[in-house]
């Protein structure tokens, strides 16, 4: 009798995780692509999650995608961890690979920069500083990956304080931290603004800092893609700026995972886009 191959199993591991778009963008890319595999979201919770980990390979899964709350214990349950996942503090991408050990990588600083080249291909990060508000998980991912493109000098404010100096800590001296009564003044001559927290989703507070420092050469990203158009995005584009929406990090950080699964470098498109808007 001949053995068939096996279809290689991923997911999305959060909890709770119905929200996540990753198994519409993954399957919309196998589909594509006519490639035999499934992608699942899996909703597993912090207790389970080292023994959840350890079975699925035996189960067919090649790999994983990891979301909110789980991102950070991840390197501890990994075998091997990438340097910018150590960065980070965190990881998105899980491989298990062939010789039993768990790969651990974080592709978000990757989507965020190749969000911002595909939307705004003038962008020249070298040129001058940038913005960022907000200093968590997402925060970290941002702001290491701006140090990597060149940002001469990176400002950061957050509600807490010492959340950004800790990021400051590990990440380095680039990094000058303002209190947060003062958002609004690291938005002057800022080439790169950049909204890496929740304020401005749905559900959440509204974005309420200041934007009179915001130069109309400035490149504004929001991170919120739930609405597309947020407020802060909204009042940027109004003063003249170019404006990118969150949902294309999303996207993009999806791609080098999606390779490392299934095999084939996908495209990101609008077709993608608007099979995962729905």
Same mark, same amino acid.
């Given at each position: ?14 909890s ?21 595999g ?32 789980h ?22 991408t899980?491989?298990f ?5 768990i790969?651990?990588?974080? %592709?978000?600083?990757? @989507?965020?920069?190749?969000? !911002?080249r /595909?939307? &705004? +291909? ?5 040129? #001058? ?11 970290r ?21 010492s ?25 002057e ?28 050469n ?9 609405p ?13 700026? %170019?404006?990118?929406? @969150?949902?294309?990090m999303? !996207?993009? /950080?999806? &791609? +080098? ?5 299934? #095999? ?5 498109d ?8 729905g």
């Open positions: 009798m001949t053995e068939l191959p096996r279809i290689p199993l991923a997911g999305v591991i959060g709770p995780v119905a929200h996540s778009r990753s198994p519409v963008l993954h399957q919309h890319w196998l589909k594509r692509y006519g490639l035999a499934h992608f699942i979201p899996m909703d597993i919770a912090h207790a389970d999650l080292a023994e959840a980990i350890r079975l699925l390979p035996r189960l067919g899964f090649v790999g994983v995608n990891v979301t909110i709350p991102k950070e214990l991840m390197l501890s349950l990994a075998d091997l961890v990438t340097d910018r996942a150590a960065l980070i503090g965190a990881a998105n899980l491989i690979r062939q010789d039993g050990k790969h651990a990588d974080n %592709t978000d600083g990757y @989507g965020f920069i190749e969000n !911002l /595909q939307n &705004a +291909p003038h962008w020249a990060p070298t040129s #001058g500083p940038a913005a960022v508000i907000g200093a968590g998980g997402a925060a991912a941002v702001v290491a990956s701006l140090i990597e493109a060149g940002v001469p000098e990176i400002r950061l404010t957050n509600r807490s304080r959340r950004a100096d800790a990021l400051r800590s590990d990440l380095g001296n680039k990094i000058t931290v303002y209190e947060w009564v003062q958002a609004g003044n690291i938005l001559d800022a080439v790169t603004v950049v909204n890496t927290t929740s304020l401005g989703m749905v559900g959440k507070p509204e974005f309420r800092v200041p934007l009179d420092g915001l130069s109309p400035a490149v504004v990203n929001d991170l919120v893609y739930t597309l158009e947020t407020g802060f995005l909204r009042q940027a584009a109004a003063m003249g700026c %170019t404006t990118v929406d @969150g949902l294309g999303l !996207l993009h /950080q999806a &791609a +080098p995972a999606f390779e490392r699964f299934f #095999g084939v470098r996908p495209e990101v609008e077709d993608l886009r608007q099979a995962v808007l």
